[in-house]
């Protein structure tokens, strides 16, 4: 824990993503404020995760120290995707009232740069201190605060386009899936259905895709092999072309 103080008008706002088996979802934290003077509940929404950076600290290992917060966990894929620096960025009535209530001047500006991350949510248990977390389905999100839907909305943009021509999807999936599962994944992130067939000679290709001896258990259907993705691989080879683009 750094002694460092905090800058307040540098922070970075992280759009976690998460997969569930059948939907893409989004870790989102819930903002509530109480009247000190009547007991009322002023500010009831929910926000992206996210924090003001240490003065002693760079802006990457800020968005760390979030992720580790929230999950325990370390080595997370993370991708800084865009600065959000607009000066009404933060202009809103609740926004404004917020930031007093905080200790800061509504009128200076706050920079924040936006950084996107892939968990299994299988994988984790969630760890944030002091505020209520959840995974909610990216399709039912609604107003956020701040400029949290804007981010949001640019993240998915960031997310559909690196998809495309980097392996980062398998951060979504447990260590060992099916060909089906990883279809799945890349469907529900595009937003389109990809013809099996297709997707299939594509998957052929890939030389860091690894099938196991292992096949699905405790499934209706009949049990689909079981494959793991090779980082080392795919380092090797991956001059040769990415291309999940439809």
Aim: hydrophobic share 35%; aromatic share 10%.
């Amino acid at each position: 824990m750094t002694n460092s103080p905090i800058n307040n008008y540098i922070s970075v706002d992280c759009v976690i993503f998460g997969y569930n088996g059948q939907e893409l979802q989004v870790l989102l934290v819930d903002r509530t404020l109480t009247s000190d003077i009547t007991g009322d509940s002023e500010i009831t929404d929910m926000t992206l995760t996210g924090n003001h950076i240490y003065e002693d600290e760079t802006i990457e290992e800020a968005a760390y120290r979030v992720l580790f917060d929230l999950t325990g966990l370390k080595n997370v894929f993370l991708d800084q995707f865009k600065t959000f620096a607009h000066p009404d960025r933060l202009k809103k009535e609740n926004d404004r009232k917020w930031l007093l209530h905080d200790g800061r001047d509504p009128d200076k500006r706050i920079v924040s740069i936006g950084y996107f991350s892939l968990i299994a949510t299988q994988s984790i248990t969630l760890e944030w201190k002091g505020r209520n977390v959840k995974w909610v389905p990216v399709s039912e999100v609604g107003e956020l605060a701040f400029d949290h839907n804007q981010i949001l909305n640019e993240a998915l943009i960031a997310l559909r386009n690196k998809i495309k021509h980097e392996p980062i999807g398998f951060e979504l999936l447990p260590e060992r899936f099916s060909l089906t599962q990883m279809q799945n994944i890349y469907e529900v992130i595009m937003g389109t259905e990809l013809d099996k067939r297709n997707f299939r000679k594509k998957i052929a290709r890939m030389k860091y895709l690894i099938p196991t001896d292992e096949k699905q258990t405790g499934v209706a259907h009949k049990p689909a092999r079981l494959y793991v993705f090779s980082r080392e691989v795919y380092e090797k080879t991956k001059k040769e072309l990415f291309d999940f683009t439809v």
